[in-house]
């Protein structure tokens, strides 16, 4: 019964667990202490350029593909330049870019065969 069974006093022998272990605050010049993540200034614009060019990719796909696709794949390649992968972008770049190139000579060939079609008539009268 004399002994106490909330000690005020922890043993410096024994470590802290994870949950009660001290707030640590930022050293005073505004670093954190080591440990601690602080992404650079390269890995943040490179995630930001990863996250745009996949953002015209999916975009792409419903408005202004010529466009918005190779804008897509420069994103990826700038977002790779800076060491993040940005894969997904690149590919929906592409894609977009190439299903556009597509449609356009679908688009040209239609009036092409269109207007051969009409000068092959043109001869016949009713």
Do not use: C, H
């Not at 640590?24 to 505004?30: D, F, I, L």
């Not at 601690?36 to 996949?54: D, I, N």
């Not at 918005?68 to 993040?84: D, N, R, T, Y």
């Amino acid at each position: 019964m004399s002994q106490d069974p909330y000690p005020s006093e922890r043993p410096s022998t024994q470590p802290l667990p994870p949950y009660q272990q001290p707030y640590q605050q930022p050293y005073a010049s505004g670093g954190y202490q080591p440990g601690f993540y602080q992404p650079s200034y390269q890995s943040m614009e490179g995630e930001k350029a990863a996250q745009l060019s996949l953002i015209l990719g999916l975009v792409g796909f419903f408005v202004a593909g010529f466009v918005l696709g190779p804008l897509a794949i420069w994103q990826a390649s700038k977002a790779e330049s800076f060491g993040v992968q940005a894969t997904a972008g690149k590919v929906l770049g592409w894609i977009v870019t190439i299903l556009n190139v597509l449609a356009v000579l679908a688009v040209v060939l239609f009036f092409v065969l269109f207007l051969a079609g009409i000068s092959a008539s043109a001869g016949y009268s009713t």
